[in-house]
Each structure stands twice: as C-alpha cells, then as structure tokens.
C-alpha cells in the first residue's frame, strides 16, 4: 500500500533551499549522501575562492548563531482573528500580532519574492529601547512565555541597556536574521526602507552590505525630523534620522519620479519669448578637465568669454556653436553676460528626480506625527504615547518612489509600531485610486503605565488602522483588482502568532512510561485542544505556500464540507470521518493538491490506498495527510 505524504508543518527550510540552488550550479559537489563536498566545490571555483585568514568583513560576538536561527524552521502558525478584523473575507491587508522573527519565518513560503517594498522602524538602541531576546535558541517559546501562552521560565524580552557590555552586539544580533529573511521576501524590484539614527548607522550600513550587497545601496537619507531646534540639547540639536534605502537587485530597481510641484514648474521662465516656452538656464562650465576645454567665445555685444582657470566649457567648440546657432546659449538680456545653457521645461523629465534631503515641510515632522497618532487613538496616560512614531507623509513619500498604483504591489512593515505604514498605505490609496496593500507585524509589547482598552503596542496598531477605515469614505473603491472584476473592500485581517495547531511528537520528552503514555496520546489525538477548523485551515494555506488572503469558498461534497482554495487549485477537508464518496467527489475537481486529516480515516488503511489511487488516475499532482 502506497501511503500519501504527510504535509510538512515547519516554514520553509532555508538551508535546504541554498543546498540545492547551490548543487543546480555544482552538481560535481554533491556526494554519495546528497551533500556537498567542499573540496571539490573549492576545485571548481579554482582561484575565485578566497582561502586568507584575513579578509575584510564584518563580525560580532553571537553572528555565528545568528545563521542558526535564520535556518531554525519556524513549527508555529498564525491564528485568524476575525473578531479583531475588518472585512476579514474579503480584505487583502494584514494584520499580525506576534514576535517578527517568527512571522517572517512563517511568511517564507507564501510570500518568498512577492513583497515590493519594506519599511521598518526598529529600536534604534539608544539604550532604553525594547529588544528581542539574545538567545535566539527557543523563540517561539519565548514568544509564548513572554505573552502568558504558557508557563513563565525561559528567558524574556527587555531592554538594552547600554551599560552591557554586549550592547551593539545584541542589536545587531536582534537585526541580523530579521534582514536576512525580509530579504527572501523583496521581489527582484523591490526595494527596503530602514530608519535609523546616529547610534547604530554605521553599523547598521555594514551589515546590510553584508545582507543586500553593497552594490544594491541605493542612498542614505536624511530627514529633517524636528520644525524647532532643542535648545535643551548638551551638544547639539539633533534635527535628523536617516533612512537606509537598499534594492533586493540594483540593476533592476529604479525610483519613481516625483510630480513636479507648482514651486519647481515656477523657476522657469521666457525673458526672451522664445517659441518653445519658459526655460530656466544651468552653467556652461564645470571642472572636469579634456584637452580643447579651454577655448574662448565671442558674444553678440562683442565681449570675449573663457571660463576661469581650473574650469573647462562642458562642451566642445562645434557643439557650442550648434547651440548657439539654436538659440540655446542665454548670454543675458543685453547678449554680453557669460553663456548659460537654456533648458526647456517642455523637455525635461515629467517628473522630479527625488532628493536625499527630505525636509518636514514635504514629508511631516514628529510632532504631526503624534498628533496624527492621537487623532484615531485615545490615550489614558500620556506615558503610552509613542515618542519615536512617524508620520504618514514620510511614508506616502516612499510609496511614491517604490510602488505604482495599480501594480497591486505588497507593502510590509515588520515593526509596525503605531501602524503608521498601514495609514501610510491607506492614504495614498485613497489619493491616486491605488491598490496596494499591508501586511503589519507587531510584537503585543506591554505599557509602562495601565490602559483600560489598550494593553499592548499591537493594541494601538489595531485601534488606528481600524480608525483609518473607518474614517475614510467607502463610496471610493481603494483596492481596485487590475482584471476589473469589481472592488476589494478596505479593511484588514488580523492574525496571531501560536503554537501549530498540530500536537508534535517531542523526542526530547523523558521516556519514563507516563510520559511516553501522554506522548502517544497526543500522537493519536494531535489536533491541540480549542483549535478551529478556521484555525487548521489558515495553517495548510500558510504551509502549503499560498498567501493569507487567497480566496478560500466552501463546497458541499457528497454531503462533506471541503474547502476550495484559490478557484479550485487545492482541495482541502478536515472532517474526521470521510468516505469513498467525499474522496471520488474531490477527484472528481480536478485538483492540483488535496489535504485531508489523517484522523478523517480512521485507522481504515483500505480507504487511504484508495484515495491515493483514485486522486493519481484523476491528475490529482500531491495528496497529503495532516
């Protein structure tokens, strides 16, 4: 008897992944036991393969466990929350609560190559941020410790203090993996956006050298953060944070340009009249030095012109006089001022080439940022208003350069803090009729000070999304697919981060005959205790690859409920008691993929082979049990 495959229930494993793009370009790496032999992959990069001791890089104290977290799969799941949403059917932003490291492992299957842009916000290790714990070793259990999933005797989450004698290390510990993974999830023209300030910018340039390439830095920007200098400041006013920008490929990624602004269309002008319209004039010279640079020019009052000494005319005699004779040489109202170059606005770029200086009065300030916060969240204790929270503005500015409207382009924030990537996203929808959407992630960490309605971060990320829809005028279509089948509705879906829904069999439990006794009761009973069809159904999605808002209907067939995921691509049925009929019926659709529960034939081992033949006479690609 031929048995179905069991689903894997871990998030995609990342160092298989490497092992086997690596031997579809080394196969004469491979061994007898389907490894690599290092020897040989040596061989075949001859002297490409640096063997020194000493090489220019970057290393810190943990770095090394920092790979093993990174290929640690993930055995949680996400939980839908429904209750928690807004048009959870029927939404495509998303909404997560729980430790990032974790979710990003989790999104590895569904979302590898599908997100455009990433903007994340992260402590900036001033010495009293909230940090992710150093020991990475247990990190849902310490996500389930932390938030009272289970008992309480593992390690927590705390500050950095910078009395540590590991201070930075821990940050970049804490950054490392988090990086690695979201850059799985950047299409090959997506781009990340990181704020940051002075603390740790420099480190933070190095090691997404390392992550991204350093040939895939894009900019570094600076964004005047404050309209009024601190006057209270020891040394100075610090006016700024800087934004790291990196490409998932610089060869592919290029900026949108931004829309020219009444101001900039104001700098030309037409003093002459001159029939092809308002120009402004740039300078003929600069100081890259060529042979016939230096050459002398008459204008038509009669004054000789040379540019000055260690400066050199841009172009060459002849195509000087070409411009002249086209009337593109300015010499001044009166034709004796040294020649500038007229510059059209009828042939210049539709849009504006963006800038590394981003001042508050195009892209916000902090204090519109809190004031925006409070406008959709209701604060008991001022002591919870968030002091580092951005405004939208500086993020429509982002979604201006890195995403298109209709490209229903995947927007994702890691550290979503207040949510103000969500608003971000949201607004710019609802101004250039866009169709992007979120995905927020947020670890629910707890207040100084108590709240009644909010307990946690992730609370005020709830609050003020659910604010920005339900604010915004829904007679506007703000997610328009691109087939035109008619109009997603805005909203958002709330997941939470969880043990699998699956009872796993621990190998490291004690082997004393209770329990190994308990451990066989939950291999026969596996499903844990409380959980949904709703709950197991999300998990198959999110392991099998599909992404979290794919279309899910229900079928009744042959008096069984199944669900049909993505128009009939995947069959899925978690009844416990399925028949020949349900199974023939399934077959019948033709599916790519089929999962069922492996209690749903209960113990009938006749039934299971039979499934498995009739599911491959019908084309059915994979079977598999849970």
């Known amino acids: 008897m031929t048995d179905p495959d069991k689903l894997d229930l871990r998030s995609q494993d990342i160092t298989e992944e490497k092992r086997a793009e690596l031997l579809r370009y080394f196969p004469e790496a491979r061994t007898e036991c389907d490894k690599i032999d290092f020897e040989r992959l040596k061989l075949a990069l001859g002297e490409t393969v640096d063997v020194g001791r000493e090489r220019y890089g970057m290393n810190w104290p943990g770095k090394a466990d920092c790979f093993k977290t990174i290929q640690a799969p993930s055995v949680g799941t996400l939980l839908p929350c429904p209750k928690e949403s807004v048009n959870f059917d029927t939404t495509e932003n998303l909404l997560i ?17 599908k997100v455009k842009m990433i903007y994340i916000d992260p402590p900036y290790n001033t010495g009293n941020d909230f940090i992710y714990p150093d020991n990475y070793t247990e990190s849902l259990q310490t996500y389930l410790e932390y938030t009272g ?70 900019a570094t920007i600076i964004w005047q953060k404050i309209f009024s ?33 009444a101001e900039a269309d104001a700098r030309y002008d037409s003093p002459d009249n001159d029939p092809r319209g308002p120009w402004t004039s740039s300078d003929l010279t600069a100081r890259n030095y060529y042979s016939e640079g230096q050459y002398e020019v008459t204008s038509p009052g009669g004054r000789t012109y040379k540019p000055a000494i260690g400066t050199y005319w841009r172009v060459k005699r002849q195509k000087f006089l070409e411009l ?45 940022a809190k004031k925006e916060l409070l406008e959709h ?42 949510g103000p990537t969500g608003h971000a996203v949201i607004k710019q929808n609802d101004e250039d009729g866009g169709n992007r959407t979120f995905i927020l ?42 087939d035109g089948s008619g109009s997603a509705i805005l909203g958002m879906k709330a997941f939470k981060l969880a043990e699998s829904n699956f009872n796993a069999w621990d190998a490291q439990r004690s082997k004393d ?77 033709k599916p790519s993929r089929v999962v069922c529960l492996d209690a749903g034939f209960a113990g009938n081992d006749q039934l299971k082979a039979n499934a498995v033949q009739i599911f491959k006479t019908k084309g059915v690609a994979s079977f598999k049990t849970v």
């Not at 609560?97 to 190559?113: F, I, P």
């Not at 829904?474 to 691109?482: A, D, G, H, I, V």
């Not at 999300?538 to 209907?553: C, D, H, R």
Request: charged residues 25%; negative net charge.
């Open 377 to 418: 969240v209701k604060f008991e204790n001022t002591d919870n208003v968030l002091d580092t929270v951005k405004p939208s503005r500086l993020i429509q500015r982002m979604l201006q350069l890195a995403t298109t409207p209709d490209g229903r382009d995947i927007v994702l924030d890691f550290f979503a803090g207040s």
């Open 229 to 261: 200098p601190k006057n209270s400041a020891r040394h100075f006013s610090e006016d700024h944070d800087y934004i790291m920008v990196y490409a998932r490929s610089g060869e592919v990624w290029q900026p949108k340009l931004l829309s020219r602004s």
């Open 97 to 113: 609560e729980g430790d990032n490291l974790e979710v990003l492992k989790l999104l590895q299957k569904s979302y590898l190559g």
């Open 441 to 482: 992630v947020q670890l629910p960490e707890p207040f100084s000070a108590p709240e009644r309605e909010l307990k946690t971060i992730a609370d005020i990320t709830e609050m003020r999304i659910r604010s920005v829809i339900g604010g915004m005028n829904e007679s506007k279509p703000l997610l328009r697919p691109t």
């Open 513 to 589: 005959a209770a329990a190994l006794e308990r451990q066989l009761g939950l291999h026969i009973e596996h499903i844990r205790e409380g959980r949904t069809s709703q709950d197991i159904l999300y998990e198959i999605l999110l392991k099998s690859g599909f992404q979290l808002t794919t279309p899910v209907a229900t079928l009744d067939l042959a008096g069984k409920p199944v669900y049909s995921v993505a128009e009939g691509t995947m069959l899925v049925c978690l009844e416990k008691d399925l028949t020949l009929d349900a199974i023939r019926a399934m077959a019948d659709l």
């Open 324 to 368: 002249d004779t086209d009337k593109r040489v300015w010499w001044g109202p009166n034709g004796n001022n040294m020649p500038r170059l007229k510059r059209f606005l009828s042939e210049v770029k539709q849009g504006m080439v963006p800038q590394t200086l981003w001042q508050y009065e195009t892209v916000g300030h902090t204090q519109e």
């Open 149 to 218: 999933q289970v008992d309480s005797e593992g390690k927590k989450f705390g500050t950095n203090s910078d009395a540590d004698g590991r201070f930075h290390s821990k940050w970049l510990n804490m950054m490392y993996p988090r990086l690695y993974l979201a850059r799985n999830l950047l299409r090959e023209d997506g781009v990340i956006f990181i704020s940051i300030d002075d603390h740790e910018v420099d480190n933070l340039r190095k090691l997404c050298n390392e992550v991204f390439g350093e040939e895939n830095f894009v």
